[in-house]
């Protein structure tokens, strides 16, 4: 399992963040980012979105729960899917299930979930973890597990 920290002072750090993200979970695809409001979680999954060539708008999906992108895997040249998933306005498991989010987590596509405590128990075992932390002087610190 991988474990690294990394402190960022600014935004325009987040493209190599992103880049060291995505070689480090290798062909991992689950991934769970935890963070306060404005932490930014989002921005970062822009950045990697970007990264793997989505052209679509990426926004937080706080309201819509799940929006999805499309992009052109590098390696095979098929057109992949990515989930982005936001559970925060959600309260119980059941509500995650009834939208048909283990669809989402158990399929060969990349899927990033803001909020995802409430869906731990259902989560795959090879996901990863992005916790990201506010510091002081409004750096982050940004953990993979």
Not at 11 to 21: C, D, K, M, S
Not at 35 to 54: D, S, Y
Not at 107 to 131: H, R, V
Request: charged content about 25%.
């Amino acid at each position: 399992m991988l474990t690294k920290e990394i402190s960022i002072l600014n935004e325009g750090q987040i493209p190599t963040i992103a880049q060291e993200l995505l070689q480090a979970v290798g062909n991992r695809k689950k991934i769970a980012f935890h963070g306060q409001i404005g932490a930014g979680k989002t921005t970062l999954i822009k950045e990697i979105c970007r990264q793997l060539g989505v052209r679509e708008q990426v926004c937080s999906p706080t309201y819509g729960i799940i929006n999805q992108y499309s992009y052109t895997d590098a390696q095979t040249g098929e057109s992949r899917l990515i989930h982005h998933i936001d559970l925060y306005r959600l309260n119980r498991l059941e509500e995650a299930l009834d939208i048909g989010i283990e669809d989402s987590l158990y399929d060969d596509d990349f899927c990033f979930i803001e909020w995802p405590d409430l869906i731990e128990s259902i989560l795959p075992e090879e996901f990863i973890q992005i916790k990201i932390e506010i510091l002081e002087n409004s750096g982050r610190k940004i953990i993979f597990l």
